[in-house]
């Protein structure tokens, strides 16, 4: 979902930086963009990582969720270029598909709602749905189970490299579609093609 169906990337790098600011800390543009597709377990201990052990983790949780409802009730969140064209695509051709994101189901629900595209999605396996979130595999097994679709025969989509890590753990041909300039050389190791954007993953299916 982040980064891939939805530029909601962009709208948490302003929040963090925000709640960062107002407690007396700086957080880099390229730090914020290293935690993409991370569980928010692991978001967190990177964050304490980065700005000490003495940061208040609740206290940023509590702000930047504040500056992220206040910056998406006026500016939205945009979906991907490519993404209406791609679904509708597969829904013509009755591929079956889900969304499969590391973010809690009320994230993802509130996300989707705020770019208008709630109802798109009738199934959802949440980071809530596992044991373990990305880079282990459990999301994707567990969309590939609800599918009915052996893995092997599961495409996957994803922007960051915790989500490439899962899905070539979990055994599934994945397609990196990068959200950011610099691509980690093991991502492009991991994953099975590349491509610039979702209007090129439909020229690629079609």
């Known amino acids: 979902m982040d980064g891939l ?4 990337e962009s709208t948490y790098l302003v929040a ?3 709640a960062a600011k107002e407690m ?5 543009e390229s730090f914020c963009r290293s935690l993409s597709g991370l569980q928010y377990q692991d978001v967190e201990l990177q964050l304490i990582a ?5 940061l208040n983790i609740k206290l940023f949780n509590r702000l930047s969720d504040y500056f992220w409802r206040e910056y998406v009730k006026i500016n939205g969140i945009i979906i991907k270029p490519g ?16 969304l499969a994101t590391n973010s809690s189901a009320i994230n993802a629900y509130e996300c989707l709602e705020f770019a208008g595209i709630k109802e798109v999605f009738s199934i959802i396996v949440s980071r809530d749905d596992v044991h373990y979130g990305k880079p282990a595999p459990d999301i994707f097994l ?7 679709v052996p893995i ?3 495409v996957v989509l994803e922007d960051s490299h915790a989500g490439i890590e899962a899905a070539s ?14 691509i980690d050389p093991l991502t492009i190791d991991l994953c099975d093609v590349i491509m610039t954007d979702l209007s090129q993953v439909l020229a690629y299916l079609e």
């Open 16 to 18: 963090w930086q925000l």
């Open 152 to 154: 092997h025969k599961c």
């Open 169 to 182: 753990r979990a055994g599934a041909f994945s397609m990196l579609v990068p959200s950011s300039g610099f």
């Open 83 to 98: 993404f209406v064209q791609l679904m509708n695509f597969i829904v013509q051709q009755e591929i079956p598909y889900c």
């Open 50 to 54: 980065y700005c000490g052990v003495d």
């Open 5 to 8: 169906v939805l530029d909601t």
């Open 24 to 28: 007396g800390y700086l957080l880099s």
């Open 142 to 148: 567990k969309a590939a189970e609800l599918l009915r």
